[in-house]
C-alpha cells in the first residue's frame, strides 16, 4: 500500500492564481482531512470528507474548496491564491469512525507570492 | 474557544536525562493522539488514548491521559539523540474534528 500520497511536494504560485492539491489513499478509508501547518501554530483544520460526497468544514476553511467523488480522492482548490496561504499542507486519513489515528501524507510546501 | 496548550514549546535536554511534555485542553473529550514530526517530513502516530486513565508505552516514551484534568503527557526517560524531533499532541472534537496543540520542540544534546 502507497497509504496516503499528495502532490506536488513544491509549489509556487503568483497571487490570484488557482491551483488544486492532490491528495489520494489506498486504504479505504472513510474519513479523509486537510490541515495546514503554519510555524508556531501546529496544524490546523481546513476541511474535512466523511465519505464520498459528504465534505464538511473545519476550523479555517475560507479560500479553500474541496469534494470528494470517490473514496479514494480528496483535491484541495485554492480559487485565488492570496499570500496568506502560503504554508505546508497535509493530507490524512482515518478508518471509519473510531478512535483510530490519522495517517497523513507527505505533504505540500506551498508558496504564494 | 476550543484551546490545546503544550508546554513547554522548546525542550533542549541532555542524552540520559527524564524529562515530559504537557498538553492541556479547555473542553471534555477522552480521545487524544500524540504524533512526532521530523524536521521537513510529515506527521507520525505514536500513541491514541481513548479513555480516562489510558497510559501506552513504547520504548523510552509514555502517555498519559487524565480527562478529569484534560491533561495529557508524554513522558520520556533516558532520552537518546534519536528522540529529537517536535511532537504534537491532538484533541479529537466530537467524530470529526482534531484540534492540534503549537507543539514541542524536543532537542536532545549528545
Known amino acids: 500500500n502507497a497509504g496516503v500520497t499528495q502532490t506536488p511536494k513544491f509549489q509556487v504560485l503568483k497571487t490570484g492564481q488557482s491551483m488544486t492539491l492532490q491528495c489520494a489513499q489506498d486504504m479505504n478509508h472513510e474519513y479523509m482531512s486537510w490541515y495546514r501547518q503554519d510555524p508556531g501554530m501546529g496544524l490546523r483544520l481546513i476541511h474535512y470528507?466523511?465519505?464520498?460526497?459528504?465534505?464538511d468544514q473545519g476550523e479555517v476553511p475560507n479560500g479553500y474548496n474541496v469534494s470528494r467523488s470517490t473514496t479514494e480522492d480528496f483535491p484541495l482548490r485554492l480559487l485565488s491564491a492570496a499570500p496568506s496561504q502560503t504554508s505546508v499542507y497535509f493530507c490524512a486519513s482515518r478508518p471509519g469512525t473510531g478512535g483510530h489515528e490519522q495517517y497523513f501524507g507527505p505533504g505540500t510546501r506551498l508558496t504564494v507570492t | 474557544e476550543l484551546k490545546v496548550e503544550q508546554n513547554p514549546l522548546f525542550l533542549s535536554m541532555q542524552e540520559g536525562k527524564n524529562y515530559t511534555i504537557y498538553c492541556n485542553y479547555s473542553t471534555t473529550s477522552d480521545r487524544l493522539y500524540w504524533y512526532r514530526q521530523d524536521p521537513g517530513k510529515s506527521l507520525e502516530s505514536l500513541f491514541v488514548?481513548?479513555?480516562?486513565?489510558a497510559v501506552k508505552q513504547e520504548g523510552r516514551l509514555m502517555a498519559s491521559l487524565d480527562t478529569k484534568a484534560r491533561l495529557s503527557t508524554l513522558h520520556i526517560t533516558a532520552a537518546v539523540h534519536d528522540l529529537s524531533a517536535t511532537y504534537f499532541c491532538?484533541?479529537?472534537?466530537?467524530?470529526?474534528?482534531?484540534?492540534f496543540g503549537t507543539g514541542t520542540r524536543l532537542k536532545v544534546l549528545a
Open positions: 491532538a484533541l479529537l472534537r466530537g467524530t470529526y474534528k482534531y484540534i
Open positions: 470528507s466523511v465519505g464520498a460526497g459528504i465534505t
Open positions: 488514548l481513548l479513555s480516562n486513565g
